[in-house]
């Protein structure tokens, strides 16, 4: 068949192409969220500012906020299990990836991954520094002792004794589960001490 310049104007075939792709049903969030996204792979590739951080969060962000690529299917996963019986025909992407959250392959291969990556050479240049190590582990305990004697929670007195032997994610994640309610203060001391 063919196209006559009267037929079918310009905006039309662009406005129908638009509608075809998994941007129509965007939301301005999800536009937004992919902008941060491609501002972080931006500053993780070209600047190198924390590389393996900022690069693997800017890619699950932009998975995460792609519209209409129906690439996670929670009902998959309801219930706290894997369907497998459905998994083959309807699975998408994020759900293949998932996976490796749900049966815990991830935890194995980032202990591993940040164990290779570790260089001992200044703690075998400089064996004294492993007392650092060991004092800032020392600490975790002491605070944690401590604010148990002040009448926290013992699961309050972990979240507030892990701010000082772990990264400010870590902190979160712990509070979030052992004390929400101490959230707030607890990732700003978190982020406080890392600066």
Request: charged fraction near 5%; include cysteine; hydrophobic fraction near 55%.
């Amino acid at each position: 068949m063919m196209l006559t310049a009267g037929s079918i104007s310009l905006s039309d075939s662009l406005v129908d192409f638009f509608n075809q792709t998994g941007f129509a049903g965007a939301t301005w969030g999800n536009i937004a969220m992919i902008l941060v996204a491609f501002l972080l792979l931006y500053l993780a590739i070209k600047h190198k500012f924390e590389p393996l951080l900022l690069f693997t969060i800017a890619f699950g962000m932009l998975l995460t906020n792609l519209p209409g690529a129906n690439m996670f299917h929670s009902e998959l996963f309801a219930g706290g299990h894997i369907h497998w019986g459905n998994f083959i025909q309807d699975a998408g992407l994020l759900d293949y990836l998932y996976l490796g959250v749900k049966l815990g392959i991830y935890p194995c291969l980032i202990f591993i991954g940040v164990g290779a990556m570790t260089d001992f050479g200044p703690l075998i240049a400089n064996p004294k520094s492993f007392m650092l190590g060991a004092a800032a582990q020392l600490g975790i305990f002491v605070t944690f002792l401590g604010a148990y004697a002040l009448g926290f929670t013992p699961a309050q007195a972990g979240s507030i004794g892990i701010i000082g032997g772990a990264d400010g994610p870590t902190a979160i994640f712990l509070t979030a589960r052992l004390a929400p309610e101490l959230l707030g203060p607890i990732a700003v001391a978190a982020y406080s001490y890392m600066a």
